[in-house]
Nanobody, 123 residues
């Protein structure tokens, strides 16, 4: 069973930065895509950013220019650098990945999930 293990997160002030990292368990097949979702109470999970093994990326509109996704996808790792954080970025962030796929867009969602890590932006 593939596990995605997240690290990072925590609390930052508005305008600050945080970095999330995620790695798949040893022995996992190479991912076609990895990304990050976030969820707040009462809302559905939304795709924040994702990247494919071919280099295609997706960013949710509100994080463009502030968040950067990077990956060593051949090693099944992905990171999300979050700059210029806003209170509305507060959420539980989930790492997500899949070994197959065809198209990267806002509707993408992978099969494997991390356990989630809390990001809180507050002064």
């Amino acid at each position: 069973q593939v596990r995605l293990v997240e690290s990072g997160g925590g609390t930052a002030q508005p305008g600050g930065s945080l970095r999330l990292s995620c790695a798949a368990s040893a022995g996992a097949f190479s991912m076609w895509a990895m990304g990050w979702f976030r969820q707040t109470p009462g809302k559905e999970r939304e795709l924040v950013a994702a990247v494919t093994s071919g280099g295609s990326t997706y960013y949710e509109e509100s994080v463009k220019g502030r968040f950067t996704i990077s990956t060593h996808i051949s090693e099944n790792t992905v990171a999300l650098q979050m700059n210029s954080l806003k209170p509305e970025d507060t959420a539980v962030y989930y790492c997500n990945g899949d070994i197959t796929g065809t198209t990267m867009n806002r509707d993408w969602s992978g099969y494997y999930w991390g356990q989630g890590t809390q990001v809180t932006v507050s002064s």
